[in-house]
């Protein structure tokens, strides 16, 4: 298969760094031309809703779309979450009547978009009655292992994603494999295969008996469910590295401060890509949900990632949050390079 999304473009042995999401029309169609002279059967992008408000992705046929969920992000953008959601919509409105909607009726615009995609709509989720859904759920630090029901039956699914976040991901991919008829068994033996997405709950293990994630959860809503995911594993502390975005949408800052502050043991403040923005109004706008003394600010990313695994003990988890697979950190007159994979298994080296 080819695959367009944030990570990177890539089909064969190509592999083409991204620099948006879902990339402008012409480079586009220009990609989808490439994958279709090299005989690509299926191509699954990631398509985001700014390309869908500026018709990026106008004139291609989707013969399916999948809905994961929607929460605040990219109000920098769009005017108000309303609008978000109706950018996002219209690749489920536009949908021909003989294509696939795959939606997560978990959640609550996931109903919305039942209601009004065109095309066969297909739901999943683990708290509703829905088609494809996930029951007996359990986790651990490196698997997740639950049943799936389906009209056809019950299959046992174990996967080495965790968290309930990748469960939804999981049961999109089945219930999209399962329309398009593919092998279930081969389904089941990809995904139980399938170890890690780069830099989402991606896991480093310390000689010294913690563990550290490293995720891009950039928003509340991620944070509480990465948070959420890692709390349901048997650990003694939680410690969190985080920052926000400079020039991006300044609401969720407090948000975030909050959610890390409830659900963390102890954060750390750092900075994320202040891009052109004072790094330090963005920290005093983090400041400003938290209402906890569970905190300290290192603004220096590189040192906040030291002081966190230093401050880490058998038994604790440390999750690094916001850049995920990013290697470079956007400041405002240069960009540098940093990855936070690289950090922290530096930074266990010298610990160790």
Not at 293 to 322: H, T
Not at 325 to 344: C, M, N, P, S, W
């Amino acid at each position: 298969p080819g695959v367009i999304g944030t990570i990177n473009c890539r089909f064969q042995d190509k592999v083409i760094p991204s620099l948006n999401t879902t990339p402008g029309p012409v480079e586009l169609q220009s990609l989808l031309d490439r994958m279709f002279k090299s005989e690509v059967a299926y191509a699954l992008m990631e398509v985001s809703s700014h390309a869908l408000d500026q018709e990026r992705t106008a004139k291609i046929g989707f013969s399916a779309a999948i809905f994961t969920n929607l929460t605040q992000d990219h109000l920098d953008y769009h005017q108000n979450l309303e609008d978000y959601f109706l950018a996002k919509a219209k690749l489920f409105t536009n949908l021909s009547g003989s294509s696939l909607a795959v939606v997560n009726v978990d959640d609550p615009y996931g109903l919305r978009l039942k209601g009004i995609s065109k095309g066969r709509v297909v739901t999943y989720g683990i708290d509703r009655d829905c088609d494809i859904r996930a029951i007996g759920l359990k986790m651990d630090q490196s698997s997740s292992e639950f049943r799936v029901q389906t009209k056809n039956g019950k299959d046992r699914i174990s996967s080495g994603l965790i968290g309930r976040h990748n469960v939804y991901n999981i049961l999109a991919a089945l219930a999209w494999a399962q329309e398009e008829k593919l092998d279930p068994a081969k389904v089941n033996r990809a995904l139980e295969r399938f170890s890690l997405v780069p830099g989402r709950l991606e896991r480093f293990s310390s000689d010294k008996g913690f563990s550290v994630f490293v995720d891009y959860a950039h928003t509340e809503d991620a944070l509480k469910n990465v948070l959420i995911a890692l709390k349901q594993i048997q650990h003694k502390r939680i410690i969190v590295v985080f920052g926000c975005g400079g020039q991006r949408d300044k609401t969720k800052r407090p948000k975030m401060g909050k959610v890390v502050s409830e659900l963390a043991d102890y954060a750390i403040i750092t900075n994320d890509n202040p891009r052109a923005e004072e790094p330090g109004r963005i920290i005093e706008d983090i400041l400003s949900g938290i209402s906890k003394d569970n905190f300290c600010v290192i603004p220096e990313r590189l040192e906040a990632i030291k002081r966190s695994l230093a401050l880490a003990e058998a038994g604790d988890i440390v999750l690094v949050a916001g850049k995920g697979h990013e290697d470079y950190q956007v400041l405002k007159d240069k960009t540098l390079h940093f990855d936070d994979r690289e950090a922290v298994k530096q930074c266990l080296q010298s610990r160790n």
